[in-house]
C-alpha cells in the first residue's frame, strides 16, 4: 500500500490551506478562475516555446523523475526545460500537471541534486498542491483585476495565498526528503540558492547555515517590532526564506517518523517486511465497510496480524460488513500513527445466522415472518393457514363486530393479533409452537 501523502504534509501548510479556503468570497474567486482558466493553455505554451524532457530527449533528467514518481505513488509528470538565466523550477496544471525547470537551475546547482528538486517538485503534486499553486500565480500576477471581485475580497484572499503558498514549500521539501532518505540534499540546495552555486570554490557549512535560521526565530521572537518587520519585509513572498526551509527540513528530518517512513519506503522497494507501518487513515473509517476487503488492506499494507471474528449483531450494519474493529485493543488510533507490523488487529464482521443455525438455537420454536402489523389488515383465514402451516397448534379466532362503513375497513381483515400473550413483536421473532395465538378480525357491527 503506497504511503499516505497527508503523513509529511507540514502542519503550517495543512492549516494556512484551511484559512485560505475559509476566507469569505475564496469560493466565488475559485469559481471565476476556472472559467477563466484553460489546462491546454500551458501545454501550448510548453510545447511550443520550451524542450521536453522525455526518453528522446534530454532523456538524463526524465530518467531521474522514473523513481522519484514511483516512491511518492504518482504518475509521471511532462517535464520542460526553460532557456532563463534564473535558478527555478515550478510545477503547474491541474488534471495533467507538468514540471519546468530552467536552464539556470541547470547551471546552479550541481546535477546530484536536480534528483531532489524535482522530488520537491513532484511532492508538490503529491500534497494535491498544484491547482492551488497555479491559482494563487495567476491571482497574484493580477489576474484577479479580469475577475470583477471586490477589493475587499481580493486583498485578504491574496495575503492569504503568499502564506499558504509559503508553507506548501515545507512539505514539498518533507516530500525530497522522503525520496532522499534524509535532508542533506534539500538543505545544501537551500545553502547553494541562497549564497554559492556549483562554480564557487568555498566550503560552506551545514551546520552554521542552520545556526544562521536559529538566530533569526531568535531574534523575531525578542520583540512585537521585530514581528511586524518580518511580517512587512516577507508578506508577500512566495517562499521561505532559505536559511528557514533547511531548518525545517532538518528538524522534521531528525524525528522517529521521518525515519520509520523512510524505512517503511526502502522495505517497500526491496520487497521486505517493515517493522511498523503507518495508519494512513483513521480507525472509524473502516466500519461498515466489507470486512474482507479491509482485512486485505490492512495486509497490503504490511500487517501481519490479521484476524476476522463473527458477530450476529448488526447494529445497522451490512452482511460482512465491520461493527468493530481494533488494534492491539486499541479503538482510538488516529490517522498518521506509526503501528507495529505483527500488532494483533480484531475485525468483528456482521454475518447472521443461517436458517439452519437459528433452528438449532431456538429448538421447539417457530420463527414468524411478519411482525404483528404485518398480520394486521390481512385475511384471518389466510392468516390463520399459514401460522398452521408453520406449526403453530393453538390459534383461537373470534369476531370483532365494529364496521359501520363497509368501505373504510375490509372484512374478515386481521384487527388484532397476539402470540404468546404479545401484541407488539417484530419479523422473525421466534415463539413456542404451543404458544396461544389469539386472532381478533373484523366483522359489520349489528345494527
Not at 537551500?190 to 562554480?199: I, Q, S, T, W
Not at 501481519?304 to 479503538?331: C, K, P
Request: net charge negative; aromatic share 10%; with cysteine.
Amino acid at each position: 500500500m503506497a504511503l499516505n501523502h497527508d503523513l509529511f504534509i507540514h502542519e503550517s501548510d495543512r492549516t494556512a490551506l484551511n484559512a485560505l479556503k475559509a476566507i469569505p468570497g475564496f469560493t466565488q474567486i475559485l469559481r471565476g478562475f476556472m472559467k477563466i482558466w484553460n489546462e491546454r493553455q500551458f501545454k501550448l505554451l510548453n510545447l511550443s516555446t520550451y524542450v521536453r524532457a522525455d526518453e528522446t530527449q534530454m532523456a538524463k533528467y526524465h530518467d531521474m523523475l522514473v523513481p522519484i514518481c514511483k516512491r511518492l505513488d504518482i504518475p509521471v509528470p511532462e517535464l520542460y526545460v526553460a532557456l532563463n538565466p534564473y535558478p527555478n523550477a515550478y510545477t503547474s496544471g491541474d488534471n495533467e500537471p507538468f514540471i519546468v525547470m530552467t536552464s539556470g537551475l541547470i547551471n546552479t546547482v550541481p546535477e546530484e541534486l536536480l534528483p531532489t528538486v524535482l522530488a520537491h517538485e513532484c511532492g508538490h503534486i503529491a500534497c494535491h498542491h498544484v491547482l492551488y499553486l497555479t491559482m494563487g500565480r495567476l491571482i497574484l500576477s493580477g489576474a484577479l483585476s479580469m475577475l470583477e471581485v471586490s477589493p475587499l475580497i481580493t486583498q485578504p484572499v491574496s495575503m492569504a495565498f503568499y502564506y499558504w503558498m509559503r508553507c506548501s514549500e515545507y512539505s514539498a521539501d518533507r516530500a525530497a526528503a522522503v525520496c532522499d532518505g534524509s535532508g542533506e540534499n534539500t538543505i545544501e540546495l537551500c545553502m547553494r540558492l541562497a549564497g554559492f552555486d556549483k562554480n564557487i570554490p568555498i566550503a560552506a557549512n551545514k551546520a552554521a547555515f542552520l545556526k544562521q535560521a536559529e538566530e533569526y526565530y531568535k531574534m523575531v521572537d525578542e520583540s512585537a517590532w521585530n514581528k511586524v518587520m518580518e511580517f512587512m519585509m516577507f508578506s508577500h513572498a512566495t517562499h521561505p526564506l532559505n536559511a528557514l526551509r533547511a531548518y525545517q527540513c532538518n528538524k522534521w528530518t531528525s524525528t522517529s517518523d521521518f525515519k520509520r517512513m523512510v524505512k517503511y519506503l526502502d522495505d517497500l522497494d526491496n520487497g521486505q517486511q517493515s517493522a511498523h507501518v503507518p495508519m494512513n487513515v483513521p480507525l472509524s473509517s473502516f466500519l461498515k465497510r466489507d470486512a474482507n476487503t479491509v482485512a486485505s488492506e490492512l495486509r497490503e499494507a504490511g500487517f501481519t496480524n490479521v484476524s476476522i471474528t463473527r458477530t450476529t449483531q448488526a447494529g445497522g450494519a451490512a452482511v460482512n460488513s465491520v461493527v468493530a474493529i481494533t488494534a492491539g485493543g486499541r479503538t482510538d488510533i488516529k490517522a498518521g500513527e506509526w503501528l507495529p507490523a505483527d500488532i494483533a488487529w480484531l475485525i468483528s464482521a456482521y454475518v447472521p445466522l443461517s436458517e439452519q443455525e437459528q433452528r438449532a438455537a431456538h429448538p421447539g420454536q417457530i420463527c414468524v415472518p411478519y411482525s404483528d402489523a404485518g398480520y394486521c389488515g390481512r385475511d384471518y383465514r389466510t392468516v390463520v393457514d399459514e401460522l398452521r402451516a408453520l406449526g403453530f397448534t393453538n390459534i383461537s379466532v373470534c369476531e370483532q363486530a365494529d364496521i359501520r362503513v363497509k368501505f373504510l375497513i375490509k372484512e374478515y381483515s386481521v384487527a388484532h393479533i397476539s402470540i404468546d400473550h404479545t401484541d407488539r413483536f417484530e419479523r422473525n421473532t421466534w415463539f413456542r409452537q404451543n404458544a396461544p395465538v389469539s386472532i381478533r378480525y373484523h366483522v359489520m357491527a349489528q345494527n
